[in-house]
């Protein structure tokens, strides 16, 4: 007689192998690689050690930087003007430091604005009664599941095109809802052109419009949004930031690389100083994306101690920056 029941065993009882087999390889792997400072265990794993995950996907994940380089002659708001960069002087004798007279050189810094480059915008940007800079809590430099909406085809037939719910339902149609708590980073490609100052003198540029804040943050929960121009939208009054600072919602402007990460599937780290009282900040996102993809950098040995240029570092007086 035919047991109904041992196709079904025997089919348990590979998968259970295949799994122990993965879980000893798991934890073989982690201790591996902890050895050096500290013995990772099956309790530890089990505890939730970061150690193992940064082991075993952050450490072989693909990194990219989706911020601008600041330099003085940036695009900028022409309310604000431009910054300027110099060499750092002793106080005591007027003069620069140098590499030849002091073994050490620092940078003296005029920034017109804390609105500079890419950005951080607290809600005190706009409210004095929300977080300024400084008061954001610690959670905002969390990894967060990244999400890319591209409007390019969008923006490539007008200019001053804003993204709207039906992108977004698009976007979740082919993507799957987005996650709560995420980043939505609005790629136009309007970018491309930068650092050219007179991007900040057109008129017309991609934007978000309300209705897509309002459903993003009131919907879908997010954290916070960025776009790559320097402004949410292209209304008189901007309306979309205006009703993002005074809900207590932050965002981000002048975004980079977002042709270079795909539209799910990746975390952004955001990095921002914590000026006192700030109501912007200069802003670092790192996307970090898997590690099949064809974009970014990898962690690995070569990241310390980096490596030395054959060409010095040099101030330039005609850019107003070292160079090389």
Request: hydrophobic fraction near 40%; glycine fraction near 8%.
């Amino acid at each position: 007689m035919i047991d109904p029941l041992r196709p079904q065993a025997r089919r348990l009882g590979a998968a259970a192998l295949v799994a122990l087999i993965a879980i000893g390889a798991y934890v073989l792997g982690v201790t591996r690689v902890a050895s050096d400072t500290a013995r990772a265990t099956p309790a530890a794993t089990a505890a939730g050690d970061l150690w193992a995950t940064y082991a075993h996907v952050l450490s072989r994940a693909r990194y990219i930087s989706l911020s601008h380089t600041i330099a003085p002659r940036i695009p900028v708001w022409k309310g604000f003007g431009p910054s300027t960069f110099s060499r750092a002087v002793d106080p005591a004798t007027g003069r620069p430091y140098t590499y030849a007279k002091d073994g050490v050189e620092a940078t003296h810094y005029d920034l017109a604005t804390d609105q500079l480059g890419t950005q951080l915008d607290p809600p005190a940007h706009w409210d004095p009664h929300r977080p300024a800079i400084d008061e954001l809590p610690a959670t905002f430099g969390a990894p967060r599941p990244l999400v890319v909406i591209s409007i390019v085809p969008q923006a490539r037939r007008r200019a001053d095109y804003h993204l709207q719910v039906a992108d977004i339902r698009a976007w979740e149609a082919k993507h799957g809802r987005i996650p709560a708590g995420s980043v939505v980073m609005v790629r136009s490609d309007w970018s491309r052109e930068w650092p050219g100052p007179e991007l900040a003198e057109r008129e017309k540029f991609p934007g978000v419009s309300v209705a897509a804040l309002r459903f993003l943050h009131l919907e879908r929960r997010i954290l916070l949004h960025g776009h790559e121009p320097l402004d949410t939208d292209t209304t008189p009054t901007l309306v979309g930031e205006a009703w993002l600072m005074h809900h207590g919602y932050t965002q981000a402007e002048g975004v980079a690389h977002l042709d270079r990460v795909p539209p799910r599937g990746c975390l952004v780290s955001p990095g921002f100083p914590r000026f006192r009282g700030g109501t912007g900040g200069y802003a670092s996102f790192t996307a970090i994306c898997p590690p099949s993809w064809r974009h970014g950098r990898r962690v690995s040995r070569a990241d310390a101690p980096l490596p030395r240029f054959a060409c010095p570092l040099h101030w330039s007086t005609r850019t107003g920056t070292r160079v090389r």
